[in-house]
């Protein structure tokens, strides 16, 4: 059973950047499609990215250039990298496996606040 562990979240100023971090044991990583999710309070969960395990990239149409999604499969990890924050990102981000074995992160608080 996969098990996800994500990092990097706290508190950035507008115009800032972070680096989110999601490690995976329990699965043959290089064969998981991975995707990056949010959900702000009062609202539904929404896809931020997808990295396929092939490496591909899709971005949901909010991200507009801002962030970067990356994978390093020695070390089980996905990343997402992102610039530009405005308090709009503020949400709690969550990593998921897509496939072949669907499981979530328990997530990390991102606050874009001066």
């Known amino acids: 059973q996969v098990k996800l562990v994500e990092s990097g979240g706290g508190l950035v100023q507008p115009g800032g950047s972070l680096r989110l971090s999601c490690t995976a044991s329990?699965?043959?990583?290089?064969?998981?499609?991975m995707g990056w999710y949010r959900q702000a309070p009062g609202q539904q969960r929404e896809r931020v990215a997808t990295?396929?395990?092939?490496?591909?990239?899709t971005f949901g149409d909010f991200v507009k250039g801002r962030f970067t999604c990356s994978r390093d499969n020695d070390k089980n990890t996905v990343y997402l990298q992102m610039n530009s924050l405005t308090p709009e990102d503020t949400a709690v981000y969550y990593c998921?496996?897509?496939?072949?074995?669907?499981?979530w992160g328990q997530g990390t608080q991102v606050t874009v606040s001066s």
């Open positions: 998921k496996s897509i496939w072949p074995e669907e499981a």
């Open positions: 329990g699965s043959i990583f290089s064969q998981n499609h």
């Open positions: 990295i396929f395990s092939y490496g591909s990239v």
